[in-house]
Each structure stands twice: as C-alpha cells, then as structure tokens.
C-alpha cells in the first residue's frame, strides 16, 4: 500500500512539475517567437529599402557667381536621390539631412520644421507621384548666405536608418 501511495504521490508532483514547466517555458518561446519574427521584418524592410545619391549642385557657377537659377531669391543647393531599392519609400519629410563643409556639416530641418527659418530643406519626386523604385527625389536645400567654396559633404539617413552620403565641390 505504501509503494502505491508512494507512487501516486510522485506521479501527482511530476504532473504538477510538468505544467509549471510548460508555464514557464512556453510563454518565453511564443514571445522570442514573436521578436525573431519582428526582428526579421525589420530586418526585410531595410534589405528591399536602398537609395543612393546621384548628384549635387548649386546655383553657384564655376567662376562662384550665384545664379537664382528656379526664381525664388535665395542660394539653393540641389540634390538628387534615386530610390534604388524594392519599396516605395514613405514619410519622406521625415528624412534626416546633414549638409555643410567638409568636416563641419550640421543637420538641416525640413521645412515643414524649420519654422520659416533658414537653412531648410523640402522635396520633390520628379518622376512619380510618390517615391517608387526608380524613381529620383530632388531635396534643394534653401540657405540663408552664399555658401564659400570647397568640399561640401551630403548625408541622408531614411526613416528606417539607410544612409547615402556623398561629397561634392563648390
């Protein structure tokens, strides 16, 4: 009688060991799951998502005489980025843009956050009506002064973390 009670006994603890076991290590598979899982669409966005920068320019000649080349009175810098990648890229205000001298670049605001100051930036697809595979972005850096000549540096960082950078001379 006492092996049976014995036995009863372990087979009632090891039942009981069994689910807190499955508590516990069920849930900890299901969530690592789940963040492998995002992980790896994260990781899918930014593989089909690619941009490069195809050129700069200003409206500043060769013999460094500002021309006001599309009208509007300031000193603009143009920039033009092909989406090269697999999708079609949003929020393209959100965009972070770094833009100055060789070795002394600063961030510049959009428009929509620059607040009416200067310098600031705005956009537009030329080939598209949004931001599709092939398609070109011109950015035109609005700045406050003629900016001096030299070695100027351009680096975009898309929402989803890409960067393109690119060197270009006044």
């Not at 200067?118 to 002064?145: A, G, R």
């Amino acid at each position: 009688m006492e092996k049976t009670i014995v036995t009863a006994f372990m087979i009632i603890v090891s039942v009981i060991i069994s689910v807190m076991i499955y508590n516990v290590v069920y849930p900890a598979t299901v969530q690592s799951s789940a963040s492998l899982r995002n992980m790896r669409d994260r990781m899918d966005d930014r593989i089909q998502t690619q941009a490069t920068i195809i050129h700069a320019t200003s409206e500043i000649d060769k013999d460094g005489v500002w021309q006001d080349t599309n009208g509007d009175g300031r000193v603009n810098v143009f920039i033009w980025v092909k989406n090269i990648g697999a999708r079609r890229i949003a929020a393209i205000n959100q965009i972070d843009l770094f833009y100055g001298p060789d070795g002394n670049f600063s961030r510049i605001a959009h428009t929509d956050a620059a607040g009416g100051t200067f310098p600031s930036w705005q956009s537009q697809v030329e080939n598209s009506e949004s931001w599709d595979p092939t398609s070109t972005l011109k950015l035109t850096i609005n700045l406050n002064t003629q900016p001096a000549s030299g070695r100027y540096f351009i680096k975009i960082v898309l929402p989803d973390g890409i960067v393109a950078d690119y060197f270009f001379s006044l």
